[in-house]
């Protein structure tokens, strides 16, 4: 197959560092640019000599492939559209802000037969890839098991549309689901309160993972974005299993029941690059990738679950 031709749509902080990265992906070729603001188009066509439009729609007959890292609001309307219209999507998390939105974005990547990845960046994170493995070679099968996550950051204010459930957490709601796959799931404690916008700033909660006939996971995850310094944890414990990854550090460590912690090595990868990579390959080869849109609206569907007993508690 020829190069894939690629596009992004959004070219704020986020969309930015999509196109970059794909101007110097083998097998890609970034060839247009969709954003409403004038200057940056500019910008764009004299960077990476790409074509640009002001509107998403006049992407169609001009790119293969594209990225959607628009505002949040916005992802389901223009994801739903190019899908039907045969381009390949990745649109960024959350995938939607319904849940009758994500499920229209998949029914149109069903119809059309085409690729929709969603961008839940930390799957490809070789922290977490390493940590996965690791519990996966050491426990074949489910077992009982304990996940904890801290994510923690300043306050971004470009990001306005959503609280920090669908900002940050949504990532370790994924991760937990990527951990221990579930059928359903049971809200226990979730709690949260704005403390630098309207929205919900500052949350904790607690659920168990359930699957038929497998034994249960209980995950606590905390988030904030109100913090100085960045933080990114997630610790696992399942059987006699014992591990826990720093992300943002992309270090691991475990300790097999009775045994001392001990860190592993860890490939220093950039993880935008390895999901571009793998989006960009699951085109080409026409397989479904690691994050299909049903992976995405089943973190959509928690997170929201969870958002909406913390308004209830609150």
Excluded at 69 to 84: S, V
Excluded at 140 to 158: C, F, H, L, N, V
Aim: hydrophobic share 45%.
């Amino acid at each position: 197959m020829a190069e894939l031709r690629v596009g992004v749509v959004g070219l704020g902080s986020m969309g930015r560092r999509h196109a970059e990265t794909y101007a110097r992906l083998p097998g890609a070729r970034l060839v247009a640019i969709a954003t409403r603001d004038a200057d940056k188009r500019r910008q764009a066509e004299t960077e990476w000599g790409v074509v640009t439009f002001s509107d998403y729609r006049d992407l169609v007959g001009h790119v293969d492939a594209v990225t959607v890292a628009t505002p949040t609001y916005l992802h389901a309307e223009i994801a739903e559209h190019l899908l039907t219209q045969g381009i390949h999507v990745l649109v960024e998390k959350p995938l939607a802000v319904t849940e009758q939105e994500a499920a229209r974005v998949i029914a149109a990547a069903k119809a059309a037969g085409v690729c929709l990845m969603v961008g839940h960046i930390e799957r490809f994170n070789p922290a977490f890839i390493r940590l996965a493995a690791e519990m996966r070679a050491a426990v074949p099968r489910q077992e009982k098991t304990r996940i904890r996550a801290y994510r923690m950051g300043p306050y971004d204010g470009r990001i306005h549309d959503v609280c920090v459930i669908l900002d940050l957490m949504i990532h370790d709601i994924d991760l937990s689901l990527a951990l221990h796959p579930a059928e359903g799931w049971d809200i226990h404690q979730a709690l949260g309160m704005p403390v630098v916008s309207s929205r919900t700033d500052v949350g904790i909660v607690e659920y168990t993972l359930r699957s038929n006939g497998a034994p249960p996971a209980k995950v606590t995850l905390l988030a904030s974005r109100t913090n100085e310094t960045k933080r990114r944890v997630i610790e696992v414990q399942s059987g006699g299993f014992f591990g826990k990854a720093d992300l943002f550090g992309q270090r691991v460590w475990v300790a097999p029941a009775g045994q001392e912690w001990r860190e592993l090595p860890v490939a220093r990868e950039a993880p935008l690059d390895l999901q571009l990579a793998h989006f960009v390959a699951s085109v080409r080869a026409g397989t479904q990738p690691a994050v299909p849109g049903e992976a995405g609206a089943a973190a959509l569907r928690l997170a929201l679950d969870l958002v909406r007993r913390i308004q209830n508690t609150g």
